[in-house]
């Protein structure tokens, strides 16, 4: 088969930028998709992260006035990655997240930092860079989104692209009068453009206009063409319906292993299970937990934002802590959810430890220390976590949607029978939902012999990114230019 060339144009991109899966996702993929003959360059806004990681510099363009202010399209490498950065000072050199100010708000002109971003990637697909000219410009999230509109509006001969949806909450959206200076052209503020109901959308110009539509689960897939989750889009999404594809998220062997894992206190394989109670006395006396080891560990690890649940998990604590059980909980976010959970490890001594802020090593130790990983998600595209813990034999409790719909099989007494059970799934996602789920895994936990076979079965799940690069693969294929 052709080799390909894609330009993967992202906001995020482990283990250089992350604020959340979509770094994970586009950091893995492109080690993924050499086996399938693929070769991706991503293409990344210059944060000063991203400037400090660079290698192999060289500038391939030079834009005297790129949204305001002067940019260099530079050529790298780092950690093995081929990147494009758009080096542009007046956009990107800002302390703290992406997008966000210090002070926790939008940027105010974030509109114009990703459509720069946009236009670039657009540049890049119309040959720009003699030396990488892409079949396929595959666009990340609302960040991304204008790229393939950029494309679509431009002249002569294109590549195909391919949008992924990550998160549909995200949507980019930003005024009309913005038109002009984002350097779209006025015929493109109509319904089949970048207009979505009087301003500018990002994501929808993006689901509009690229020849593919990717998620990443077949569940969400389908949840975002309904109007309880499309979030405004899901008419455009069922209209399109035959271009969408649900791809499931893997993940990176090369760094959530258990068997290589430098985080882990204990390195452990499906054959030395009890070596992970080396990792959960560690994690205990990390987070000021009382050393049992045999209480009923719980961890979390995750953004705390509504989207996550956690709210249900403050409710739901008195119950989840009977018997001694423990919750070690990893979280960064909302400052009112901090808060709570901080009050919590003062009512709970010994049974609640939290730590506040991004922290990978302890993410890895929370993986492979905790007995259960609560991800109980209002909404959760994919979610990559329950994969993590999977992989790390601790049995995620999950509501029943999107993602984790689609990659945990619930242990109700039927898959508990035929041994093939690799978590707890609960429905819908409420207080009680909850509720019932955790008193199914308190009820198992003394029954260590299923619970072990749960274990090993998450262990041997297929989590990899062989089979989701295939399919990435057959996509692009699907929407090569003709000419
Ligand atoms: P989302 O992208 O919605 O946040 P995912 O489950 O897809 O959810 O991905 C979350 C990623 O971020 C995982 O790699 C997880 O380990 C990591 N993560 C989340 N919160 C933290 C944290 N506080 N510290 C370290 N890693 C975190
Ligand atoms: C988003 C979603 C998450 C998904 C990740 C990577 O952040 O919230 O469910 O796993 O993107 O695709």
């Known amino acids: ?33 050499k086996k399938e003959g693929v070769r991706v360059v991503s293409l990344l806004p210059g944060y000063p992260a991203v400037m400090r990681a660079l290698e192999h510099v060289e500038v391939v363009r030079e834009y005297p006035d790129l949204s305001r202010g002067p940019a260099r399209l530079i050529s790298a490498t780092a950690r093995q990655l081929e990147l494009f950065v758009l080096d542009a000072p007046h956009l990107y050199a800002r302390p703290g997240s992406p997008y966000l100010t210090p002070e926790g708000r939008d940027w105010p002109d974030n509109a114009r930092r990703f459509a720069a971003l946009g236009r670039v990637a657009a540049d890049i697909g119309q040959g720009a860079v003699p030396g990488f000219v892409p079949d396929i410009v595959h666009a990340h999230d609302w960040q ?93 999404l069922r209209s399109r319906s035959k271009d969408v594809f649900g791809i499931l998220n893997g993940i990176d062997d090369s760094v959530w292993n258990p068997s290589s894992d430098l985080s882990l206190a204990a390195t452990f394989t499906v054959d030395s299970l009890e070596r992970r109670s080396a990792n959960k006395q560690a994690l205990q006396e990390r987070l000021g937990l009382d050393p049992d080891p045999d209480a009923l560990l719980f961890g979390v690890v995750s953004r705390l934002f509504e989207q996550k649940g956690f709210d249900l998990v403050l409710a739901a604590l008195p119950t989840l802590l009977a018997d001694g059980a423990q919750l070690a909980l990893l979280g960064a976010g909302d400052t009112t959810l901090e808060e709570s959970f901080r009050a919590a490890a003062i009512v709970y001594p010994g049974q609640v430890g939290c730590f506040f802020g991004y922290d990978e090593e302890l993410a890895h130790l929370i993986q492979g220390g905790s007995d259960a990983l609560l991800v109980p998600s209002r909404f959760e595209p994919c979610g990559l976590t329950q994969l993590c813990a999977m992989h ?35 429905s819908p996602v409420n207080l009680t939902g909850l509720l019932d789920s955790i008193n199914r895994a308190k009820a198992l936990w003394p029954d260590r012999k299923s619970w072990r076979t749960m274990q090993l079965n998450g262990m041997a799940a297929d989590v990899g990114w062989s089979r989701p690069a295939r399919h990435y693969a057959e996509v692009y294929r699907s929407c090569l230019p003709t000419i």
Do not use: C, W
């Open 144 to 236: 991304a989104g204008l790229a393939p509109a950029f494309l679509h509006y431009g002249d002569g001969p294109r590549p195909g692209t391919v949008i992924t949806i990550h998160n549909i909450a995200f949507q980019g959206i930003f005024p009309a009068d913005l038109l002009y200076e984002l350097g779209l052209p006025p015929y493109a503020f109509t319904v089949d453009g970048v207009e979505y109901f009087g301003q500018i959308g990002f994501l929808k110009a993006g689901l509009r206009l690229a020849d593919r539509i990717t998620t990443v689960s077949p569940t969400y897939a389908k949840e975002i063409q309904t109007p309880e989750s499309g979030m405004g889009l899901d008419g455009l």
């Open 392 to 426: 790390y034999g601790s049995v995620p409790i999950v509501s029943r949607v999107g993602g984790l719909a689609d990659t945990v099989i619930d242990a109700n007494e039927m898959a508990i029978a035929s041994g093939v059970a690799t978590g707890f799934q609960f």
């Open 1 to 33: 088969m052709k080799p390909l060339n894609v330009l993967s144009v992202t906001s995020e991109l482990f283990p250089i930028i992350k604020t959340g899966g979509l770094a994970d996702v586009a950091g893995a993929l492109p080690f993924a998709l």
